[in-house]
T-cell receptor
Framework: AQTVTQSQPEMSVQEAETVTLSCTYD???????LFWYKQPPSRQMILVIR??????QNATENRFSVNFQKAAKSFSLKISDSQLGDAAMYFC??????????FGKGTKLTVNP | DAEITQSPRHKITETGRQVTLACHQT?????MFWYRQDLGHGLRLIHY???????NKGEVSDGYSVSRSNTEDLPLTLESAASSQTSVYFC?????????????FGEGSWLTVV
């Protein structure tokens, strides 16, 4: 079964600085999707960024980018120019085709002013 | 705009009562999911459906049921509520081949069983 591991239960960053959240996963598949979701205190699950495994180019969305290392099964999220509104739980997730999302247990990000 | 809505957003119920959480999406997605979120466990899949009249058990399905009579709705029923089912429940939907297979979530339903 696929598993997703987020090894950092909590992280903190100074406002305007850069932070990287780690995620590793285990799968025997070659074609799949990876996601980062943000969950602020409101508990809404918000898509931050997604990556298709067949694409070698790392996905980027404004201040958010990923470092996708397929062979190493690693999918880290980099947040540049951190803002107070970035404070939230961040979940890494894996999906094969139309199957269920498999989530990591999350990383709580604190942004210090 | 298309969306996914859950109701009620907050509910308190008593042990042993039957409870139904509603989920309605307007994207016309075939795939719908119910997750629960508990501290220390992240999000865990309860039930899911790939289309009308299709339902499947997830990893924590005991005590829950779903039915899919149309594309838009996937209600989640707790047959006899237990205190262990106090949680935040998320409904989600997606369509294979659209939007990079992204799953979109509702805002969550907070359920307390006393």
């Amino acid at each position: 079964a696929q598993t997703v591991t987020q090894s950092q239960p909590e992280m903190s960053v100074q406002e305007a600085e850069t932070v990287t959240l780690s995620c590793t996963y285990d799968t025997s598949e070659s074609d799949y999707y990876l996601f980062w979701y943000k969950q602020p205190p409101s508990r809404q699950m918000i898509l931050v960024i997604r990556q298709e495994a067949y694409k070698q180019q790392n996905a980027t969305e404004n201040r958010f980018s990923v470092n996708f290392q397929k062979a190493a099964k690693s999918f880290s999220l980099k947040i540049s120019d951190s803002q107070l509104g970035d404070a939230a739980m961040y979940f890494c997730a894996y999906r094969k085709g139309s199957e269920k999302l498999v989530f990591g247990k999350g990383t709580k990000l604190t942004v210090n002013p | 705009d298309a969306e996914i809505t859950q109701s009620p957003r907050h509910k308190i119920t008593e042990t042993g009562r039957q409870v139904t959480l509603a989920c309605h999406q307007t994207w016309n997605h075939n795939n719908m999911f119910w997750y629960r979120q508990d501290l220390g466990h992240g999000l865990r899949l309860i039930h899911y459906s790939y289309g009308v009249h299709d339902t499947n058990k997830g990893e924590v399905s005991d005590g829950y049921s779903v039915s899919r009579s149309n594309t838009e709705d996937l209600p989640l029923t707790l047959e006899s509520a237990a205190s262990s089912q106090t949680s935040v429940y998320f409904c989600a939907s997606s369509e294979f081949g659209q939007s990079g297979n992204t799953i979109y979530f509702g805002e969550g339903s907070w359920l307390t069983v006393v």
